[in-house]
């Protein structure tokens, strides 16, 4: 470890000194913190230097926004968290959506910004970049922080790091004033001062009254269902997740980021047949998977008849039971612990789901793809979406272990449903606040973390919130191949202004070339306006590594309006008078 700031030759006494700047990256050292993502600015652009020079990875980004949703994806993929740096107030407030969205989203991150003076700040005197930052952090993350002291900055990146990960994983916020990285202390000193957090996500065993109270409601099912969350693909638990579902013999539903936890081409998948699944299901297994707006609050028409269905929810936050239906069997722990203690009960002595109830579901699925098929196959020009990512399918069944980065409306309604995933945690994208903005920065970390290639499928209007970043793919030479479903706007390119004055208020430039602003940073730009030539460009890009953006010109009346959430999107149905 760095301990050695500076040497200070005092008359009397030789003393060897440490101060903020090097306690911060000492204490992210020490508890195995690899990368920083950030922008580099006051007060913190010599953390970032020396960081780099002590061999921490920091990856700087154009936009704070893209460095958050890079270390919160990392935190999703690593289980560690992912930290951000960023300057203080308009930079802190740029990350604060990404810790915001991490922390709905259950990823462990820490954003770590640097503040003004508190005594100015306090007395609201105007320092520059003037804000209270910690109370504005606070109710947007699970835990916020902040450290005036050196000694302290130990204990500080410890509580941080334990806050991001137990439990719940989550944001959290780490508010660092400027004055504290010129503190100077004496350099062993703050080495004892520094916390190697032990054991930072402890183990949550289930009680064994709430394994049994599960058990016996599944063996009673007549019409049993497994939904898996992205808290079960974050928990990486794959085997033994796998194996419950295979002895079990329970059909099973991927939530969007928990596909390839098992292959979608399983034969217990339900994905294709996801209506009748949630429909006639009577128990139903939720792994790390909330009942929210993406799945219909547990109740309504999706879930068929009133009463027809009881819930067993596994899942590490007990506050999450009977948040919008009555939950029969409460399994609160960790997934894998969880998933071990069931995996004992399924013995010789289980009895595999009915027949009619597996068939009925297979030959749904069956029924469903095949209606599909023709759709993903025609070489059409324009493109369409299904005929586009067909070929995108046919990319990614050859690649299962790419991750596939996904965002848009229609671009992410379609994909989720047509592209198929193979392995864990392969699938990134828009998450519980079907968030659009997270694109580049979800692939940076991807790529970053894993050295895998990426797949970014983009909307025109999702990749607009963080293109800037190709730059950044450019310039750190990251094996990322992004695809601009262009169709010329949002939902669709057909809009106009009635006034006849403006453009449209959906549409965009018609026939942009995305493709260019890769090359403006040495990137490989290509146009394609056919699925063959999709599929090849984006395979040539894949196997190349290089950084590559394939503008795919979709036709612009192709789109629905808000995919298939079209139902939340408010319509006035009057019509005024002149
Ligand atoms: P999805 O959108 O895929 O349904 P959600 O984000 O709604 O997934 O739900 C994920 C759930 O998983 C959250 O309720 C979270 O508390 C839970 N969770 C996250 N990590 C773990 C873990 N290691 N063990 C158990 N539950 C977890
Ligand atoms: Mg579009």
Same mark, same amino acid.
């Given at each position: 470890?760095?301990?050695?700031?500076?040497?200070?030759?005092?008359?009397?006494?030789?003393?060897?000194?440490?101060?903020?700047?090097?306690?911060?990256?000492?204490?992210?050292?020490?508890?195995?913190?690899?990368?920083?993502?950030?922008?580099?600015?006051?007060?913190?652009?010599?953390?970032?230097?020396?960081?780099?020079?002590?061999?921490?990875?920091?990856?700087?980004?154009?936009?704070?926004?893209?460095?958050?949703?890079?270390?919160?994806?990392?935190?999703?993929?690593?289980?560690?968290?992912?930290?951000?740096?960023?300057?203080?107030?308009?930079?802190?407030?740029?990350?604060?959506?990404?810790?915001?969205?991490?922390?709905?989203?259950?990823?462990?991150?820490?954003?770590?910004?640097?503040?003004?003076?508190?005594?100015?700040?306090?007395?609201?005197?105007?320092?520059?970049?003037?804000?209270?930052?910690?109370?504005?952090?606070?109710?947007?993350?699970?835990?916020?922080?902040?450290?005036?002291?050196?000694?302290?900055?130990?204990?500080?990146?410890?509580?941080?790091?334990?806050?991001?990960?137990?439990?719940?994983?989550?944001?959290?916020?780490?508010?660092?004033?400027?004055?504290?990285?010129?503190?100077?202390?004496?350099?062993?000193?703050?080495?004892?001062?520094?916390?190697?957090?032990?054991?930072?996500?402890?183990?949550?065993?289930?009680?064994?009254?709430?394994?049994?109270?599960?058990?016996?409601?599944?063996?009673?099912?007549?019409?049993?269902?497994?939904?898996?969350?992205?808290?079960?693909?974050?928990?990486?638990?794959?085997?033994?997740?796998?194996?419950?579902?295979?002895?079990?013999?329970?059909?099973?539903?991927?939530?969007?980021?928990?596909?390839?936890?098992?292959?979608?081409?399983?034969?217990?998948?339900?994905?294709?047949?996801?209506?009748?699944?949630?429909?006639?299901?009577?128990?139903?297994?939720?792994?790390?998977?909330?009942?929210?707006?993406?799945?219909?609050?547990?109740?309504?028409?999706?879930?068929?008849?009133?009463?027809?269905?009881?819930?067993?929810?596994?899942?590490?936050?007990?506050?999450?039971?009977?948040?919008?239906?009555?939950?029969?069997?409460?399994?609160?722990?960790?997934?894998?612990?969880?998933?071990?203690?069931?995996?004992?009960?399924?013995?010789?002595?289980?009895?595999?789901?009915?027949?009619?109830?597996?068939?009925?579901?297979?030959?749904?699925?069956?029924?469903?793809?095949?209606?599909?098929?023709?759709?993903?196959?025609?070489?059409?020009?324009?493109?369409?979406?299904?005929?586009?990512?067909?070929?995108?399918?046919?990319?990614?069944?050859?690649?299962?272990?790419?991750?596939?980065?996904?965002?848009?409306?229609?671009?992410?309604?379609?994909?989720?449903?047509?592209?198929?995933?193979?392995?864990?945690?392969?699938?990134?994208? @828009? $998450?519980?606040?079907?968030?659009?903005?997270?694109?580049?920065?979800? *692939? &940076?970390? +991807? =790529?970053?973390?894993? %050295? /895998? #290639?990426?797949?970014?499928?983009?909307?025109?209007?999702?990749?607009?919130?963080?293109?800037?970043?190709?730059?950044?793919?450019?310039?750190?030479?990251?094996?990322?191949?992004?695809?601009?479903?262009?169709?010329?706007?949002?939902?669709?390119?057909?809009?106009?202004?009635?006034?006849?004055?403006?453009?449209?208020?959906?549409?965009?430039?018609?026939?942009?070339?995305?493709?260019?602003?890769?090359?403006?940073?040495?990137? @490989? $730009?290509?146009?394609?306006?056919?699925?063959?030539?999709?599929?090849? *460009? &984006?395979? +040539? =890009?894949?196997?190349? %590594? /290089? #950084?590559?953006?394939?503008?795919?010109?979709?036709?612009?009346?192709?789109?629905?309006?808000?995919?298939?959430?079209?139902?939340?999107?408010?319509?006035?149905?009057?019509?005024?008078?002149?």
């Amino acid at each position: 470890m760095s301990a050695v700031a500076q040497r200070i030759e005092a008359p009397e006494v030789e003393q060897e000194l440490t101060d903020g700047f090097h306690l911060v990256i000492d204490a992210l050292k020490l508890n195995g913190i690899e990368t920083i993502y950030g922008v580099p600015g006051i007060p913190i652009t010599d953390l970032g230097r020396m960081a780099q020079a002590e061999g921490i990875r920091v990856i700087s980004f154009r936009h704070e926004q893209n460095a958050g949703n890079a270390a919160a994806i990392a935190g999703f993929l690593t289980k560690k968290p992912g930290v951000c740096l960023t300057v203080s107030a308009p930079g802190f407030l740029n990350g604060l959506t990404a810790l915001a969205n991490a922390t709905t989203n259950c990823f462990p991150m820490i954003l770590i910004s640097g503040s003004s003076e508190r005594e100015i700040v306090d007395l609201q005197q105007g320092d520059y970049e003037e804000m209270d930052q910690l109370a504005i952090a606070k109710p947007l993350c699970k835990a916020a922080f902040r450290v005036l002291h050196a000694a302290d900055i130990g204990i500080g990146v410890a509580r941080a790091i334990r806050a991001a990960v137990s439990g719940r994983p989550g944001g959290v916020y780490l508010d660092l004033p400027a004055k504290l990285f010129s503190q100077v202390m004496d350099a062993a000193a703050g080495e004892k001062s520094l916390v190697k957090v032990i054991d930072p996500a402890p183990e949550q065993i289930p009680s064994p009254a709430a394994v049994d109270r599960a058990v016996a409601l599944l063996k009673g099912a007549k019409r049993p269902l497994i939904v898996l969350g992205k808290g079960a693909a974050y928990a990486q638990a794959d085997d033994a997740i796998r194996a419950l579902v295979e002895k079990s013999g329970i059909p099973f539903l991927p939530m969007s980021m928990a596909k390839g936890l098992l292959p979608d081409t399983h034969p217990q998948s339900a994905g294709a047949a996801r209506s009748t699944a949630l429909k006639d299901s009577d128990v139903v297994v939720l792994l790390g998977a909330r009942l929210n707006w993406l799945l219909s609050h547990g109740k309504g028409k999706t879930w068929g008849e009133p009463g027809s269905k009881q819930f067993i929810q596994v899942d590490i936050e007990p506050k999450e039971m009977d948040s919008n239906v009555e939950i029969a069997a409460p399994l609160v722990g960790d997934i894998g612990s969880v998933v071990n203690a069931l995996l004992e009960r399924i013995d010789a002595g289980w009895q595999a789901p009915p027949s009619d109830w597996v068939e009925s579901i297979r030959s749904k699925k069956e029924a469903n793809i095949a209606k599909m098929a023709p759709k993903l196959l025609k070489n059409s020009s324009p493109m369409d979406f299904h005929s586009a990512l067909g070929s995108l399918k046919k990319v990614i069944a050859e690649r299962p272990d790419a991750i596939l980065v996904n965002e848009g409306a229609n671009t992410l309604d379609l994909a989720r449903g047509i592209i198929d995933m193979y392995q864990p945690r392969k699938r990134l994208d @828009v $998450g519980t606040w079907g968030v659009m903005g997270i694109g580049m920065g979800f *692939a &940076v970390a +991807a =790529a970053v973390e894993t %050295g /895998k #290639p990426v797949l970014a499928v983009e909307g025109d209007s999702a990749f607009g919130f963080s293109g800037m970043e190709v730059e950044t793919i450019c310039r750190y030479e990251l094996p990322v191949t992004i695809v601009i479903f262009n169709n010329n706007g949002i939902y669709r390119g057909l809009d106009t202004d009635p006034t006849g004055r403006d453009p449209g208020t959906t549409v965009f430039v018609k026939g942009a070339r995305y493709d260019k602003m890769m090359e403006a940073f040495g990137g @490989v $730009g290509v146009n394609v306006t056919t699925p063959d030539e999709l599929y090849k *460009a &984006v395979s +040539a =890009a894949m196997d190349s %590594g /290089k #950084p590559t953006l394939i503008n795919a010109e979709i036709d612009p009346a192709a789109g629905s309006e808000s995919g298939n959430i079209g139902s939340l999107n408010p319509q006035s149905v009057v019509v005024r008078k002149k």
